[in-house]
């Protein structure tokens, strides 16, 4: 699996169960409408334990052939909002290729990018 460097035990959350969950957090106040449309266009939710230290982590991932700064900022933007669930979150940009200004974004926004699936090389 493209996240195995990542986290061990990995589980996609399923498009439909992402809306209830979302929906929900919705229905107690917890997420505005505006976040609950904007985390629906998540590309990947994945659930995993994370390599370093064993937690439970949800992986907030993008996915484009070229990533950009947009990419970037999104997945980290998309990773602080889904914290407000009580989850600890990892933003993740995956695609064929990193420009120069969405890796320096990487850096700065603490956003791992994993380049080139079949390798799974991480850029950090």
Not at 49 to 63: A, C, N, P, W
Not at 69 to 82: G, I, L, Y
């Amino acid at each position: 699996m493209y996240f195995s460097k990542l986290v061990r035990r990995t589980r996609a959350i399923d498009h439909d169960d992402l809306c209830h969950l979302l929906d929900d957090a919705l229905d107690r106040g917890i997420l505005t409408e505006q976040e609950r449309n904007d985390l629906i266009q998540t590309d990947v939710v994945v659930r995993g334990r994370r390599r370093t230290d064993g937690e439970e982590v949800y992986l907030i991932v993008e996915v484009s052939w070229g990533i950009g700064v947009s990419d970037v900022q999104r997945a980290s933007r998309r990773a602080r909002t889904f914290t407000k669930l009580g989850w600890q979150t990892m933003p993740v940009v995956a695609g064929g290729w990193l420009s120069a200004d969405a890796r320096q974004a990487a850096q700065q926004e603490g956003v791992v990018a994993i380049l080139d699936g079949a390798q799974a090389v991480l850029v950090e």
